[in-house]
């Protein structure tokens, strides 16, 4: 099996679930590296997180197999009981990380589920454990419903716009995983997926919010020693020193677009 093909299942099985939940499904959104799978998928691409400038120079992460979803906490106290009794219903069990729900699919691999909540909802109200994420109301409240076919069925799920995947990435790396660089590869993929300009657009609409996080962008991005831009590199180890010069500079241009 490909790591395509895996790619494939882990998708077919997060459709399945999703259709399960039924009316739970309503305030559940996709984040995390899986957004940038599916944004590339949406465009034709194999869901690979990777990313060509226009030298040429391609650098890629990988495949995510494990989704990361966001339950929008508000109103939803039917949830109580019922999500736990859908995820086990699906074969899922609890892993020793609570957040985590894992199944064996039929290809052997292990899919595992990280189950998110908007930070600010208390946690004897979540109807399983789930992890706090500061930031989500953001992207819950300007997220927008897409769909994919996937083994010749619709994928329909929520997933966050430029804003709300930037914010929730561009804090990640500022206060939980500084020392990590995917969190700055994925907003430069993020980025050269969508457009420079749809990303403008959306940082635009989103006024004094969008600002900000521009302003942070841009201290994160601002030249070739600049954090954000060494991150990137990390993922360009094995390409010549020339090549990773063309895209120091092309990870510094895209973002100056902003």
Do not use: C, N
Request: net charge negative.
């Amino acid at each position: 099996m490909t790591d395509e093909e895996r790619f494939d299942e882990i998708l077919g099985e997060l459709r399945e679930l999703l259709l399960d939940l039924g009316a739970l499904s309503t305030p559940v959104m996709l984040i995390g590296g899986q957004v940038l799978a599916l944004e590339s998928k949406r465009r034709g691409g194999s869901g690979v997180i990777a990313v060509e400038t226009d030298t040429g120079v391609a650098v890629e992460r990988g495949f995510s197999f494990e989704p990361d979803l966001l339950f929008d906490m508000d109103g939803s106290e039917f949830m109580a009981g019922r999500l736990p009794e859908v995820f086990s219903g699906r074969g899922f069990s609890r892993r020793s990380k609570g957040y985590r729900w894992s199944k064996d699919l039929p290809s052997g691999q292990r899919m595992d589920l990280d189950l998110f909540a908007p930070g600010d909802v208390e946690v004897d109200a979540l109807p399983t454990q789930m992890t706090p994420l500061l930031d989500s109301r953001v992207a819950l409240r300007r997220s927008q419903q897409v769909s994919l076919t996937v083994g010749g069925k619709s994928l329909a799920i929520l997933l966050p716009d430029a804003v709300g995947f930037l914010t929730m990435k561009e804090r990640a790396k500022r206060e939980h995983r500084p020392e990590k660089s995917k969190d700055s590869f994925d907003m430069f993929v993020y980025v050269k997926l969508v457009g420079a300009q749809s990303t403008r657009e959306a940082l635009d609409s989103a006024g004094d919010e969008g600002e900000r996080l521009r302003a942070r962008l841009k201290t994160l991005f601002w030249s070739r020693d600049a954090a954000g831009v060494q991150d990137v590199l990390t993922y360009a180890s094995q390409h010549s020193s020339d090549e990773q010069e063309l895209l120091a500079q092309a990870v510094v241009d895209l973002f100056d677009e902003l």
